[in-house]
């Protein structure tokens, strides 16, 4: 954002330049892309850690600590540039976390992996660097991450007062001395230690956990941007100046995307994506069922994993209800009708353009949790398709409308014409698992899922509560 504003106001090459000197680039191997494609859809993982780096951050974090993920952000920007996502990754999640490879003094080595950690110990700890972060990320949720911009306590602090000051808003009067934060309900203009304040208070607002902080933390995140964006903002030279100064000091990014010409490059990319348009949401958890005393969560299925294959399909949640509704208008006119019990569903399955062993995963989870116990694995199918398709005679209507109920099919992947024999010689349906297929069990109407995500946009004000 601040090489956007920066450039628009005509910044020349040699300023370019000079903040370029500002930002630290960090060599985490081939785990980050080498550069920046203008042309296609890119994810980055933005980290804030809890380092005690910087002035006046010696009361903050943990003392000693050696720089965990404390806040981790995807930020997905679609390859159109219409919309946008940041999901929010919690830091006590549960995930595996792999082996990962980190350089130091020139010499590199493997730091093993750890299976049921909390998230944020994929950063810092046994001196793991921000790849190892991104690797886990691309372990948990099937998306490829391209780079990373890691920023620390000064971040918040020193951004908020270079745009003077940021808007929030408070359902409630706050007094917490953890963080010492103390607002009365209502509307409040907030940089600096108070801004860092807002943002790392975890007592005062729902469960007093951070998954209600991150809640917090991204309704400050949209204001932020909503006033880097105004007029005030981008008709103050001195704001312009010091707001870039400000967050090209406070990053850390991969070598990938550390000139300042691929900075601005990814900037300008950015800037084409309307407020609007950009979606805030976390990964949906639940509290973790191995511990009786509740502090930590895991992902909740399948809606994690529908999210992911979301963003992994550059779907926008901001367009959901439109497609939700020309979805429904669909199915209702080729599902119109009554449904066969699951029993009665003969279905053979197809490989075509799945990932290997797909077919087998989906008979089996339609064989044992949804009651088509008439379905066979079929191998591959004679081409690759991109759509997943049912394909059925018009008797086997019925049959159908089951299989597209249990699966989510899409009005579009219901494909009327013949059917085929199955291995008893009986008339049997088609399912060929295209290239869009997103697991067994999984449906595969993944707009679904977005109704059923805790999300904002960065243009809507809400009050912390």
């Known amino acids: 954002?601040?090489?956007?504003?920066?450039?628009?106001?005509?910044?020349?090459?040699?300023?370019?330049?000079?903040?370029?000197?500002?930002?630290?680039?960090?060599?985490?191997?081939?785990?980050?892309?080498?550069?920046?494609s203008k042309d296609e859809a890119f994810n980055i993982l933005i980290i804030g850690t809890d380092k005690r780096t910087g002035s006046g951050n010696g009361g903050y974090g943990d003392k000693g600590s050696v720089g965990h993920a404390d806040t981790n952000i995807l930020l997905h920007v679609s390859k159109d540039r219409t919309n946008a996502t940041a999901m929010s990754i919690p830091r006590d999640l549960i995930v595996d976390i792999p082996d990962c490879e980190v350089t130091e003094d020139g010499t590199t080595k493997v730091i093993p992996g750890t299976q049921d950690k909390r998230f944020n110990t994929s950063l810092g700890q046994f001196g793991r660097n921000p790849g190892c972060t991104m690797k886990?990320?691309?372990e948990l949720t099937g998306i490829d991450v391209n780079h990373f911009a890691m920023a620390d306590f000064n971040a918040v602090k020193t951004l908020t007062s270079?745009?003077?000051?940021?808007?929030?808003?408070?359902?409630?009067?706050?007094?917490?001395?953890?963080?010492?934060?103390?607002?009365?309900?209502?509307?409040?203009?907030?940089?600096?230690?108070?801004?860092?304040?807002?943002?790392?208070?975890r007592h005062s607002f729902g469960n007093q956990g951070d998954l209600d902080r991150i809640k917090v933390q991204q309704q400050f995140m949209s204001s932020l941007m909503r006033k880097m964006t105004s007029g005030d903002t981008l008709t103050s030279p001195t704001k312009l100046i010091k707001l870039a100064n400000a967050a090209t000091k406070a990053l850390t990014v991969d070598k990938g995307i550390g000139k300042a010409s691929t900075l601005k490059?990814?900037?300008?990319?950015?800037?084409?994506?309307?407020?609007?348009?950009?979606?805030?949401?976390?990964?949906?958890?639940?509290?973790?069922?191995?511990?009786?005393?509740?502090?930590?969560?895991?992902?909740?299925?399948?809606?994690?994993?529908?999210?992911?294959?979301?963003?992994?399909?550059?779907?926008?949640?901001?367009?959901?209800?439109?497609?939700?509704?020309?979805?429904?208008?669909?199915?209702?006119?080729?599902?119109?009708?009554?449904?066969?019990?699951?029993?009665?569903?003969?279905?053979?399955?197809?490989?075509?353009?799945?990932?290997?062993?797909?077919?087998?995963?989906?008979?089996?989870?339609?064989?044992?949790?949804?009651g088509v116990t008439k379905s066979e694995n079929a191998g591959n199918a004679d081409a690759s398709q991109a759509k997943t398709t049912l394909e059925y005679a018009p008797d086997q209507a019925d049959q159908a409308r089951r299989l597209a109920s249990i699966l989510g099919l899409k009005g579009s992947m219901m494909k009327p014409g013949k059917s085929?024999?199955?291995?008893?010689g009986l008339p049997t349906m088609t399912l060929t698992l295209g290239e869009d297929f997103k697991g067994a069990g999984v449906k595969m109407n993944s707009t679904a899922a977005a109704t059923n995500v805790d999300k904002t946009t960065a243009n809507e004000v809400k009050c912390a509560s």
């Open 1 to 36: 954002m601040a090489f956007v504003l920066v450039g628009t106001a005509g910044a020349a090459y040699l300023y370019l330049k000079h903040l370029e000197g500002n930002v630290t680039t960090e060599d985490v191997g081939n785990v980050a892309d080498d550069g920046f």
């Open 162 to 201: 270079a745009v003077g000051g940021v808007e929030v808003c408070l359902a409630k009067d706050v007094d917490d001395p953890d963080s010492h934060l103390k607002l009365s309900a209502g509307k409040h203009t907030i940089e600096g230690e108070q801004a860092l304040a807002f943002v790392r208070t």
């Open 136 to 138: 886990t990320v691309e």
């Open 420 to 424: 085929v024999t199955n291995a008893q």
């Open 265 to 370: 490059d990814v900037a300008l990319e950015l800037k084409k994506v309307p407020m609007k348009n950009i979606t805030f949401t976390t990964v949906p958890v639940k509290d973790n069922p191995a511990e009786v005393v509740k502090a930590t969560v895991v992902p909740l299925e399948p809606n994690a994993q529908q999210v992911f294959n979301m963003i992994k399909s550059d779907t926008s949640f901001t367009e959901v209800k439109a497609k939700e509704k020309k979805e429904k208008a669909a199915v209702a006119a080729r599902l119109k009708g009554t449904k066969s019990d699951a029993s009665e569903v003969r279905v053979r399955i197809l490989n075509g353009g799945a990932a290997a062993g797909s077919a087998q995963e989906e008979l089996t989870y339609l064989q044992t949790e949804a």
